[in-house]
């Protein structure tokens, strides 16, 4: 198993370009998640996927960001136009959706704007 | 109010002795469960054990328990035999509600830096 494959590892960009975080989760889980870390606020959820829909996006911070899942094996995160306070790693993780069960968490993606 | 509370910014162990981090919830669920991750300095995050609120017995896995305490609301990790490779930051995380109620992401704590001295 690969597990959840993030890319790209880094990405560097300049302030209100646009970012495009991809995310494949492990086949056959159907929960997907989306998290920031940052030094000052640690790790926050921005947005969750059960079966492909979004059920909760309450964290995330404001209209320049966007999700979707348009498969069980893929997930974006956008952010237009991004800001410099948007750097921050980017994980994506997924899981089966029962409650013993752990999240399996991607690489990250380490997000620098300049 | 933050739902985990870990007190401890940062801790050192010597190598081969055991250590504890704390790790405080509050939740009004009846069920819930707690995880510990680990992550290094290579920035992957990696699950270390989990323990469900129903059950009886503290998880173990390996050199890792967990010291539950449901009356506290307190889930501390004991690592025991520290080794060089365990300096990491570790975080607690807690998952609220029934399994089947929809609702499966985790919220973490900051996090512990810990730091194992030869």
């Known amino acids: 198993d690969a597990g959840v494959i993030q890319s790209p590892r880094h990405e560097v960009t300049e302030m209100g370009q646009e970012v495009t975080l991809r995310c494949k989760p492990i086949?056959?889980?159907?929960?997907l998640f989306w998290y920031r870390q940052t030094m000052m606020r640690g790790l926050e959820l921005l947005i969750y996927f059960n079966n492909n829909v979004p059920i909760d996006d309450s964290g995330m911070p404001e209209d320049r960001f966007s999700a979707k899942m348009p498969n069980a094996s893929f997930s974006t995160l956008k952010i237009q136009p991004s800001e410099p306070r948007d750097s921050a790693v980017y994980f994506c993780a997924s899981s089966l959706n029962r409650g013993r069960e752990k999240l399996f968490f991607g690489s990250g993606t380490q997000l620098s704007v300049l | 109010a933050q739902k985990i509370t870990q007190t401890q910014p940062g801790m050192f162990v010597q190598e081969k002795e055991a250590v504890t981090l704390d790790c405080t919830y509050d939740t009004s669920d009846q069920s819930y469960g707690l995880f510990w991750y680990k992550q290094p300095s290579s920035g992957e995050m990696i699950f270390l054990i989990y323990q469900g609120s129903y059950d009886e017995q503290n998880a173990t896995e390996g050199r890792y328990s967990l010291n539950f305490q449901k009356a506290r609301k307190s889930a501390n990790l004991v690592i025991s035999a520290s080794q060089l490779g365990d300096s990491a930051m570790y975080f607690c995380?807690?998952?609220?509600?029934?399994?089947?109620?929809?609702?499966?992401?985790?919220?973490f704590g900051k996090g512990t830096k810990l730091s194992v001295i030869p």
């Open positions: 086949s056959g889980h159907n929960s």
């Open positions: 995380a807690m998952r609220e509600g029934d399994s089947g109620a929809g609702s499966y992401q985790l919220t």
